[in-house]
């Protein structure tokens, strides 16, 4: 229970780096932070854009590899990210993410990680 907790610390800190200048840089609004979907993403420079990859990735393959050493079956997202994107970069991933906001503008509404799931890793996952 308690690697799972520091596996959510890891995360959280990636995504507070990754969006801490995004965030203050953006008018206030209702909610306490901004969901990173289409409209968060496409607003987000390049640097920040693959800071949030790199974070997010980090801390699932920081998940992926404890599962496996305490023979545990990692979870079919953190599987999916490790297998499918393996061979992809942070700038190759970025791009896919606005080309699909770019085709898709009615759906800025998905969130990113949403994005990537269905319409990066599933389609290229050989499971």
């Given at each position: 229970m308690k690697k799972f907790s520091c596996l959510s610390i890891f995360l959280l800190m990636g995504i507070i780096f990754a969006f801490s200048n995004s965030c203050f840089a953006q008018k206030p609004n209702d909610r306490p932070g901004p969901d990173v979907d289409g409209k968060v993403w496409m607003n987000?420079?390049?640097?920040?854009?693959?800071?949030?990859?790199?974070?997010?990735?980090?801390?699932?393959?920081?998940?992926?590899?404890?599962?496996?050493?305490?023979?545990?079956?990692?979870?079919?997202?953190?599987r999916g990210w490790v297998e499918a994107l393996k061979d992809m970069t942070w700038a190759e991933l970025s791009n896919k993410v606005d080309m699909y906001y770019r085709n898709n503008p009615e759906?800025?509404?998905?969130?990113?990680?949403?994005?990537?799931?269905?319409?990066?890793?599933?389609p290229n996952w050989k499971q």
């Open positions: 987000s420079t390049e640097q920040e854009k693959e800071s949030f990859l790199y974070g997010a990735s980090s801390a699932i393959v920081l998940e992926y590899h404890v599962r496996n050493k305490h023979s545990e079956e990692p979870s079919r997202f953190v759906k800025m509404h998905r969130h990113v990680f949403e994005v990537i799931w269905h319409e990066i890793i599933v």
